[in-house]
């Protein structure tokens, strides 16, 4: 099952809490699309992925700073 969640409006350290919130929600296999702004807040979910054993699939700039990252639980 694919999940979304918008964090442009959010700054670190609360982009990483609600992501890692969110992904505890949800079962394995599952995906979950983060919309998210470039630097510190991109920074944390690649390194944070990859130290939770998550797999981060894609990352993808949409213009103006942000980004869409999808990963798999």
Known sequence: MK???DI????C???FVKTK???NQLEKGDLLEVLLMEG???KNIEKSSL???????SVNGE???????????
């Not at 442009?8 to 700054?11: F, L, P, Q, S, W």
């Not at 130290?51 to 699939?57: H, I, N, T, V, W």
């Not at 213009?63 to 639980?73: A, H």
Request: net charge positive.
């Open 51 to 57: 130290e939770q054993g998550y797999k981060l699939l």
């Open 21 to 23: 919130l969110k992904l």
């Open 3 to 5: 999940h979304f969640l």
């Open 63 to 73: 213009g103006n700073g942000v980004f869409r990252v999808l990963v798999e639980k």
């Open 8 to 11: 442009t409006k959010d700054h």
């Open 40 to 42: 510190e807040p991109l």
């Open 13 to 15: 350290p609360m982009t």
